[in-house]
């Protein structure tokens, strides 16, 4: 059983993807879970994850359920983009145009995210490009904007987000894992970016009057 989080302290949903054909171990997912043990987060943040299928069936029964559960304060999608020279926060998502197969060998009926009476693209209100500036000036890595998630799971599951509340969903693409791009280092650098976020859609109970992070240590760091 979840254990009881305390009004005041920010829940933040984050997703990553399960096995995709070859690929056993996702690196999407990897990294949602270095967040949920990351040892530095300087304030108290109530963090849910939630592994999800390469299969549009999932995608689109799951989303509405976790909203529902957990009414997060923010959702972060983490996908990954091979070729990519850094993270990317995506703008935007659209709703048409899903024609490759997914796990399953399936596409979503009419190729289409939401069916009927949603717009054809859909983008998200937090301020992203304020954020990929804040951060990249704080991290050894590259965080950029991108018009781009693909037309595949990962801008589906966007825009299923973004049609229930663009002002506390992001998308963020990693690139594949090297030397550079290691586990760790993304990690940190999105929890940066859950930080700056944060300040956007609901006050951290811990800053001082220059908005800087406190370690409080009244209020016991909650995780499921």
């Known amino acids: 059983m979840d254990s009881p989080v305390a009004t005041n302290i920010p829940v933040v949903l984050i997703t990553g993807f399960g096995p995709f054909r070859s690929i ?6 990897q990294v949602a879970k270095a967040l949920k043990n990351y040892r530095e987060w300087n304030c108290p943040i109530h963090i849910i994850l939630e592994e999800v299928d390469v299969t549009y ?3 689109s029964t799951k989303v509405p359920e976790y909203w529902l559960k957990y009414n997060p304060t923010l ?7 091979a070729g990519t020279a850094g993270i990317q926060i995506e703008r935007c998502a659209f709703n048409d145009d899903y024609c490759h197969v997914d796990n399953n060998g399936t596409l979503p009926e009419d190729c289409r995210c939401v069916k009927t009476d949603a717009p054809e693209m859909l ?7 304020v954020v990929c500036a804040k951060v990249e000036r704080r991290t050894n890595l590259p965080v950029k904007v991108s018009g781009d998630a693909g037309r ?9 987000s973004l049609f229930i509340d663009p002002k506390r969903t992001v998308f963020i693409h ?3 894992l090297d030397e550079t791009f290691t586990i760790e ?4 650098t ?7 976020l944060l300040r956007c859609v609901d006050p951290l109970p811990c800053l001082n009057r220059d908005g800087n992070y406190l370690i409080n240590t009244n209020v016991p760091k909650t995780t499921l």
Do not use: K, R
């Open 174 to 176: 990693i690139p594949e």
């Open 57 to 59: 069936d999932h995608v």
């Open 190 to 196: 999105i929890q940066l970016i859950i930080y700056e």
């Open 123 to 129: 983008t998200t209100l937090l301020p992203i490009d």
């Open 185 to 188: 280092n993304l990690a940190e």
């Open 75 to 81: 959702v972060i999608h983490i996908g990954v983009a």
């Open 24 to 29: 056993l171990n996702n690196p999407s997912w």
């Open 152 to 160: 595949f799971l990962c801008e589906f599951i966007y825009y299923q």
